[in-house]
């Protein structure tokens, strides 16, 4: 497991489990369109999104919780929106950004989750370059009515320019793996003290960025057990092709 993430260094197969190493993903094809000509702008005046936004199973489930009006009645849905595209926009992650006055009577876990599922989707939107048609029927999947895909398609508009921006001033360059470290964390219970007994691994990564002039710096995610397959799968195909291609 660690040989596999060490021999490739191919940071963009991250994008389901953590949304800022998610986002030096998105930069790198947000790049690739301006270094084709065509602006952001522009490209989104010539076609629409042809694109079907697949979001992971944990991701839905955040998004679900978003839509019950018994969680988040529309006043504090439209606040946790906002918040959930400025903490993208600011310079580092801060862990304050959830401590609002609307949120207090939601459990931390959970607001946690929802921030975590909405923010992975505005930058799926962004990477795929979605329309309103292709946004409203993903969010439409996970329940949400009409008035909540407004207050998050508006949102969305008002800053689509400056995540784009901000997206490609990261650089192309991908992240290189120097080393990884995990540990496995045992949910008992959340904060209704219900049981949930649900294990999740913690992963640690240690990364040189060349666009930054070799700096490392360490980058941390959870997932469950699925999604953490599912990345194993995937570094496992990204091997066998390397492999190949190194033999062409």
């Not at 001033?169 to 990884?180: A, E, F, K, Q, T």
């Amino acid at each position: 497991f660690s040989h596999v993430f060490f021999q490739l260094g191919l940071c963009w197969y991250f994008v389901k489990v953590d949304v800022f190493f998610y986002l030096a993903a998105v930069a790198n094809e947000c790049c690739v369109c301006c270094f084709a000509g065509v602006s952001a702008g522009a490209s989104r005046d010539m076609a629409h999104s042809s694109f079907k936004m697949e979001l992971s199973e944990s991701v839905q489930r955040g998004l679900q919780s978003l839509a019950d009006p018994l969680l988040f009645d529309l006043k504090t849905f439209s606040v946790f929106i906002e918040v959930a595209f400025r903490s993208l926009l600011t310079a580092h992650a801060d862990s304050t950004v959830l401590d609002q006055p609307e949120f207090k009577r939601i459990d931390q876990m959970l607001l946690k989750h929802c921030h975590t599922a909405a923010t992975t989707c505005i930058l799926e939107g962004i990477k795929q370059n979605a329309d309103k048609s292709t946004i409203s029927s993903c969010l439409e999947d996970v329940r949400f009515d009409a008035e909540r895909i407004e207050v998050y398609y508006s949102s969305y508009q008002k800053h689509r320019s400056d995540l784009e921006t901000l997206l490609s001033s990261i650089g192309r360059c991908p992240l290189h793996v120097n080393d990884v470290s995990w540990r496995l964390e045992y949910r008992i219970k959340n904060g209704h003290l219900h049981k949930v007994n649900e294990p999740s691994y913690l992963i640690s990564l240690n990364v040189e960025n060349a666009n930054n002039g070799g700096s490392s710096d360490d980058l941390h995610f959870s997932c469950t057990m699925e999604q953490l397959q599912d990345l194993v799968g995937k570094m496992k195909d990204a091997a066998k092709s390397l492999e190949k291609a190194t033999q062409l």
